[in-house]
């Protein structure tokens, strides 16, 4: 077992060095193109990386599963996690005898590393589907507990600034109220961490009722990812031993920030406009710089 409790399996290369012997020379130039470019196929789409290899889009997915993965998004997905965690971050914990710096140096990289976990495995479309109906939306609501609660207030601080009224609640009996005052030209982010906070679960049947569109920032398959659509999937697992902020709080605020500017670019002079307004009037809160 790893430190993390996961079976251990061989890595990716170790598997594509096992079945390079029976690959066509097709399969085998693309082997060499990815083995040259480990660090950088998790970015690249398969046409690219066809395009790259010099070989066909049909030749990507059938190495993909000569791997056993089902295509090349989920190759793409275990290879960002394996080149990520065994290069670029290590995911050590923080001992009592840790100096400040060392502290430092692993609360920021579980961080990054939680970051870039979640570029590679974030669905583009779920996320451009909940811009489009934030951006369309009278008035927009986000709900949360606890951390999430904390999250939540912070997309409604992004979110006003953009000329849409907007307002966050962390106490499920007033999220149910306000919940029974909207209708389907409004909106709600629902934020949670695991998906399963008991207190969202009527709100979210409620919501649906009232054919009020209920965009999910929570794990896949819980039972609030249920009633919501989209769902920007956020598959964290948190650590309660490890001595570090959670990498899920990060993941929220991240998907937070890529929703705020992608409803901006959508909404064009109009945000762009009320952005400006907003920061103009916050000036006369600032002391002269000497």
């Not at 990289?109 to 451009?128: P, Q, T």
């Not at 794990?219 to 899920?248: E, K, Q, T, W």
Request: proline share 6%; with cysteine; aromatic share 4%.
């Amino acid at each position: 077992m790893d430190g993390e409790g996961r079976l251990m399996t061989p890595s990716l290369k170790q598997r594509m060095e096992q079945v390079s012997g029976e690959l066509s020379p097709a399969s085998q130039r693309l082997h060499r193109f990815i083995a040259m470019n480990m660090h950088t196929i998790p970015n690249m789409t398969i046409t690219a990386t066809a395009k790259g290899a010099g070989v066909s889009e049909p030749t990507v997915a059938r190495f993909c599963q000569i791997l056993g993965f089902s295509g090349f998004k989920d190759f793409r997905i275990e290879l960002a996690r394996q080149t990520t965690s065994s290069f670029d971050f290590v995911h050590a914990d923080v001992g009592p005898g840790d100096k400040p710096g060392a502290v430092a140096s692993k609360v920021l990289d579980r961080s990054i590393a939680a970051l870039v976990k979640l570029k590679s495995e974030l669905d583009d479309h779920a996320l451009a589907q909940a811009a489009t109906v934030l951006a369309d939306a009278r008035r927009i609501e986000f709900y949360g507990h606890g951390n999430s609660g904390l999250v939540a207030a912070d997309a409604q601080h992004k979110f006003f600034r953009l000329g849409i009224p907007c307002i966050s609640y962390a106490d499920s009996h007033v999220h149910i109220m306000a919940a029974a005052l909207l209708g389907p030209r409004d909106a709600v982010v629902c934020i949670s961490r695991s998906g399963a906070t008991r207190e969202l679960v009527p709100t979210l049947h409620l919501l649906r009722e009232r054919h009020v569109p209920a965009i999910g920032v929570m794990p896949r398959g819980s039972p609030a990812a249920a009633l919501c659509s989209p769902v920007i999937h956020l598959d964290f697992d948190d650590d309660p031993n490890v001595y570090s902020p959670m990498s899920s709080r990060l993941g929220q605020l991240a998907i937070v920030d890529a929703l705020a500017v992608a409803v901006a670019v959508l909404k064009g002079p109009s945000a762009a406009a009320d952005m400006k307004a907003a920061k103009a009037a916050i000036e006369c809160k600032k002391l002269p710089l000497s």
